[in-house]
């Protein structure tokens, strides 16, 4: 008996569904039902809260989630294997976890979704694709979200671009977006020993505020101007960003940004302000190729 419900412990449900862990799905399953306890507490009191999980695996924090009052949880998840495990989970706690087997970077939750209720994002994601996700949920339109939370787990090294600050070698276009939409904290670190199998690295678990009101631009125009200055970090902005306009002076000029400036410390509102001024330009003067989206 576990710790939260009546439920078999996680190591049993494993074993007796053949769930061992697969790199290709970047499956690290964390047993502790202590911890999924603390990151379901993370994400705030769930009680009329519908909260949708990537990558449930056995299910340790999709029990988590339930027991501390979750109205109801979508899963979405892969692994035919792991499916057919949260299925007790299911019959645990009826009419409240919908198993949905796909994969979350293909996949649009929001037609299995009510809007009584907040709506709430929080998941042990995959490695191999927590930023993808993130990116993708950070670059909804229209802005505010349908989500009014996102408690994540990501690798260190990723949680620290998240939340970086100018100047320092994490910060990045990922820092960038993630902080005009929203307002990120890293809550607490998971050691490799917590999960099966252990990582190579530290975990951390990050909550994401979005913001009501981030301060206006296009999410187009700031992709291309962050693409271009992270694209040459070492170079001076009069030079990275040459990439999008011939002459990047008169750009950096309408906003007051020194041209020998590099992009690793220009703030937030720095990006957001040549975002606006490059949209002002005329069309004839943009490259025809929008620069790459990905951080």
Known sequence: MSAIDDLPPLRDVIRRHDLSARKSLGQNFLLDLNLTGRIARAAGPLDGVTVVEVGPGPGGLTRALLAEGARRVVAI???ARAVA?????????PDRLEVVEGDALELDPTPMLTRSGPIRIVANLPYNIATALLVGWLSIEPWPPWFDRLV???QREVAERIVAAPGGKSYGRLAVLAQWRCEPKIL??????AFVPPPKVTSTVVRLEPRPAPLPCRLGALERVTAAAFGQRRKMLRQSLKTLVPDPLPLLAAVG???TTRAET?????????????????????PD???ASAP
């Open 152 to 154: 994540l787990m990501f």
């Open 289 to 291: 190729t929008p620069a």
């Open 257 to 259: 940004i020194d041209p």
């Open 77 to 79: 998840e892969r692994d």
């Open 85 to 93: 495990a949260l299925a007790e989970v299911a019959a645990r706690y």
């Open 266 to 286: 220009v703030p937030v509102d720095g990006f957001v302000a040549l975002a606006r001024a490059l949209d002002a330009l005329t069309p004839a003067t943009l």
């Open 188 to 193: 607490f670190d998971i050691a490799p020993s």
